[in-house]
């Protein structure tokens, strides 16, 4: 039995209440007299979240989010799948289900996310309909090929009409789609999107029918620019990908009280982690009544969000931020079979004293990037980039197989000297590289081909890594530990002058060809707007 001021979000009230529960099912709620310290809330649902993105293994990212609050998530896999397939997400889902953390999955639509990059696995209407056929998979997971979907590619077709055989939902992923090609986005019956970036896009969308997904994660901080729209509709305040860094400082509370700060009420703002995305994926959870299953969060307040105790199915599971819990990460390794790689390996080549060349461009606190043109220098037939005006070499190196490494230009980084590398580069995670010379990358992409995946800082030859054994993607390691290599991580990456708070992070973004506006994949640069490769030297 549990007693508070409950908060029902249903009803939108608060009231002292006696909570009582059978097999972790609440089965009464009686409301009573007395004062109480704090509130009890439901528990809080991250309804569109990457687990691979915190670097840690699901049972390390369960001992990490269930102290702050989150009782449940709804993972989107699609990262591990494109790297080892149903292997593994047959690891993440046995992995998750040793923790009270209530995991439910998507099922990876995009494996590869195009036909225009080379990932370690390729999924097809058979394999969704394998996971979709599981209680634990509750959707179809976001629909990053949505130029396919709006083609109405037969491939996507099928994967679609499978989720809709199946009854399940279908979610999406359509940055600054509109007009007349949202409408035929939306008609195939996919139901939510996670990528507006403005409260006028999220209107349209919502219009449409969409279910808005807020994001507040680490590469992309969308809540305060959707704000106007927040307050005056439903949504869902999800993550998406976040680091563990800020995992240690909160998850879905810290979001709550920046949602409140920006002046949506405390209410509105616990629906979107609670009822609403219990009710569009048909979980039972999401409130504190009978028939719901027995999470409940203790908070100070509903300004801060702080949390005080945490239960699971009724079970105390977390007090004070500390979980009551053991872990036992599950292992894998993958390792990465490759020939080594030399710095003539990650030049680009060319005529002339000098050429204009397309740039990748970074915008602050988003995933989307600019498509800029500058005057490089030519110097020995091969193009170089330009520190002074902080343009360096980006480069994408295949993991599956050898490959010619494919190349261009990044501004935004900040880097004076030096090189970063990672295995962990969005959707097919082959190894991406940036740097201020060809000499460093090599050797930090031979660093991580040597240790089997992760994140690699060299300079002058010397590297520092933090090792990410499973999958290239995660570690097995406490939350503490790989936040401790990160931040060493990231010092060394300031000594260099690199300006972001979230280097690997935002680096791994730079391959994701759905997202406009530049990008680069494993088979060249490429053009999201028109779809379409693209040649660094402009003609």
């Given at each position: ?75 989107a896999p699609h990262e591990i799948a494109n790297v080892l397939g149903l292997a593994g997400i047959e690891y993440i889902t ?13 099922a990876p639509s995009c494996v590869p996310t195009t036909s225009l990059e080379t990932s370690g696995a390729t999924f097809g ?345 499973v999958a290239g993607l995660m570690c097995t390691k406490p939350a503490s530990e790989v936040k401790r290599v990160l931040d ?52």
């Open positions: 039995m549990i007693v508070g001021n409950l908060v029902d979000v249903r009803r939108k009230r608060v009231f002292p209440a006696r909570i009582s529960e059978r097999d972790g099912v609440i089965t009464r709620v009686e409301e009573m007299e007395g004062k109480f310290d704090g509130y009890l809330i439901p528990g809080l649902i991250d309804s569109h979240i990457h687990i691979e993105s915190s670097l840690l293994c699901p049972s390390r990212f369960a001992e990490v989010v269930v102290p702050h609050g989150t009782t449940a998530v709804v993972a046995r992995d998750s289900s040793t923790t009270p953390l209530r995991v439910y999955f998507t209407p058979a394999e969704i309909e394998l996971l979709l056929a599981r209680d634990d998979f509750v959707a179809l997971g976001e629909l990053t090929d949505y130029p396919g979907a709006i083609g109405r590619d037969p491939d996507v077709m099928a994967r679609i009409e499978v989720a809709r055989r199946l009854n399940k939902p279908i979610d999406g992923h359509a940055p600054l789609l509109s007009g007349a090609e949202l409408e035929k986005y939306v008609s195939l019956g996919i139901s939510t999107d996670h990528e507006c970036t403005s409260s006028e896009e999220a209107s349209e969308k919502a219009s449409m029918g969409m279910v808005i997904m807020v994001r507040q994660g680490s590469a992309s901080k969308d809540l305060e620019a959707l704000t106007p729209f927040a307050k005056d509709h439903e949504f869902l305040l999800v993550s998406d990908d976040v680091s563990v860094s800020e995992l240690i400082r909160g998850h879905l509370n810290r979001s709550l009280a920046k949602a409140v700060a920006l002046g949506i009420d405390p209410m509105h703002a616990l629906r979107a982690v609670t009822l609403n995305p219990a009710l569009h994926y048909n979980l039972p959870l999401g409130a504190i009544e009978p028939g719901k299953k027995a999470d409940l969060v203790k908070v100070k307040d509903l300004e801060s969000f702080d949390v005080d105790e945490v239960y699971v199915g009724g079970r105390l599971v977390a007090r004070g931020g500390v979980p009551l819990f053991a872990v036992r990460p599950k292992e894998m390794v993958n390792l990465l079979l490759l020939q080594r790689k030399v710095p003539s390996d990650f030049e680009i080549v060319a005529t002339g004293q000098s050429v204009n060349a397309r740039i990748i461009g970074l915008i602050k606190d988003e995933i989307i990037t600019d498509s800029l043109v500058s005057e490089l220098r030519v110097e020995n037939g091969k193009v170089m980039p330009d520190v002074e005006k902080d343009i360096l070499r980006v480069s994408v190196v295949n993991r599956y197989r050898d490959a010619p490494v494919s190349s261009a230009f990044v501004k935004g980084f900040g880097l004076r000297g030096g090189a970063i590398a990672s295995s962990v580069a969005h959707d097919s995670h082959n190894i991406i590289a940036v740097g201020a010379n060809s000499e460093d990358m090599a050797v930090a992409v031979n660093t991580l081909i040597q240790e089997g995946g992760g994140y690699c800082i060299c300079s002058e030859g010397r590297c520092s890594t933090l090792n990410l054994r060493g991580l990231f010092e060394r990456a300031r000594a260099l002058g690199c300006t972001l708070e979230g280097p690997f992070m935002t680096m791994s973004f730079l391959s994701l060809l759905v997202v406009p506006k530049l990008k680069l994949g494993d088979k060249g640069l490429f053009d999201v707007e028109g779809f379409r490769f693209t040649d660094v030297v402009v003609s």
